[in-house]
């Protein structure tokens, strides 16, 4: 079973929707991450979460919103689609007892079109 | 502010050719750097990391990489492609925080 699991794996949708994008783990990590890829820019860092009362903004969080329902469960929220918002979405976990620099551990992507 | 460049968009070789990707970076300080591998339709798998101590670092499916401080690069390489290797490569930079950086990826493209 994959460690970091997204669903949906795949969305459309239509603008002015509200979307949810769940993730969950099982590593046991404390430190989870959205990110988004978009061709030609590599990944850009939306939320991050140190534990469940710790919620902070990446480099792209505009018209995002995350929750922290259990250290196992990070969602994305887009509260009003918008076509900009088309991408791969990613979450990711770390472990910050893993040492100085903790490895990223990725889902498999949901793919998001927003029309 | 850290940053990671991967000049090259789209590379393609031959099945059993060599390989090298360029990864460059900008950090104030000693830099910790990843690569990482999106097969299609995959996640992103850790090929190998660079913390410290030797500065050729040995990864998983036959791919090195050798870290410069110099150059301020940190490039991946294999000796003989094989078809699966086809996939997008990219390489990231943490300071030791948690803000990884990301470049903008390498398509790599294997013929037969």
């Known amino acids: 079973d994959a460690d970091v699991t997204q669903t949906p794996r795949n969305r459309i949708t239509k603008t002015g929707k509200r979307i949810m994008l769940e993730c969950s783990q099982t590593?046991?990590?404390?430190?989870m991450y959205w990110y988004r890829q978009d061709p030609g820019l590599g990944l850009r860092l939306i939320y991050y979460s140190f534990d469940v009362k710790d919620i902070n903004k990446g480099e792209i969080s505009d018209g995002y919103s995350v929750s922290r329902q259990a250290q196992a469960k990070f969602s994305l929220s887009l509260e009003s689609a918008i076509p900009n918002q088309t991408a791969l979405y990613f979450c990711?976990?770390?472990?910050?007892?893993?040492?100085?620099?903790?490895?990223?551990?990725f889902g498999p992507g949901t793919r998001l079109t927003v029309l | 502010a850290q940053s990671v460049t991967q000049p090259d968009i789209h590379i393609t070789v031959s099945e059993g050719a060599s390989l090298e990707l360029r990864c460059n970076y900008s950090y104030g300080a000693t830099p910790y750097l990843f690569w990482y591998v999106q097969s299609p339709g995959q996640g992103l798998q850790l090929l190998l990391k660079?913390?410290?101590?030797?500065?050729l670092v040995q990864g998983i499916k036959g791919f090195e990489a050798e870290f410069k401080r110099s150059q301020s690069s940190f490039n991946l390489r294999k000796p003989s492609v094989h078809w699966s290797d086809a996939a997008e490569y990219f390489c990231a930079l943490t300071g030791g925080g948690n803000k990884l950086t990301f470049g903008t990826g390498t398509q790599l493209k294997v013929e037969l």
């Open positions: 590593k046991g990590h404390d430190r």
């Open positions: 990711a976990t770390s472990d910050p007892q893993a040492g100085v620099v903790n490895e990223q551990f």
């Open positions: 660079y913390f410290s101590g030797d500065t």
